[in-house]
Nanobody, 116 residues
Framework: QVQLVESGGGLVQEGGSLRLSCTAS????????MGWYRQAPGKQRELVAT????????NYAASVKGRFTISRDNAKNTIYLQMNSLKPEDTAVYYC?????????WGQGTQVTVSS
């Protein structure tokens, strides 16, 4: 099993930046893909970005491409989401998700609020 702990959310003004972190513990060698999702009030949870175990393949939602960057430090079992040029519509709870041989696991979520 894998456990996830997220950090880095907060309140930022439009155009600002934040970096989210997600650290995995447990059976981390079984992880294949890690990623970030978000859920805004009244909306469905949506994919933001994913990265494979080797860090060589990334995938981004069209709405964040060019502004957000996902990266991975396997030595620390941590992924990051660097968010630049933030917009009010980026306001949401951001969740870390992993897919491993045991299935999927989610973090507890971290709030990101972008003020205009």
């Amino acid at each position: 099993q894998v456990q996830l702990v997220e950090s880095g959310g907060g309140l930022v003004q439009e155009g600002g930046s934040l970096r989210l972190s997600c650290t995995a513990s447990g059976s981390t060698s079984s992880i294949n893909v890690m990623g970030w999702y978000r859920q805004a009030p009244g909306k469905q949870r949506e994919l933001v970005a994913t990265i494979t175990s080797g860090g060589d393949n990334t995938n981004y939602a069209a709405s964040v491409k060019g502004r957000f960057t996902i990266s991975r430090d396997n030595a620390k079992n941590t992924i990051y989401l660097q968010m630049n040029s933030l917009k009010p519509e980026d306001t949401a709870v951001y969740y870390c998700k992993i897919v491993s041989v045991f299935g999927a696991a989610w973090g507890q979520g971290t709030q990101v609020t972008v003020s205009s």
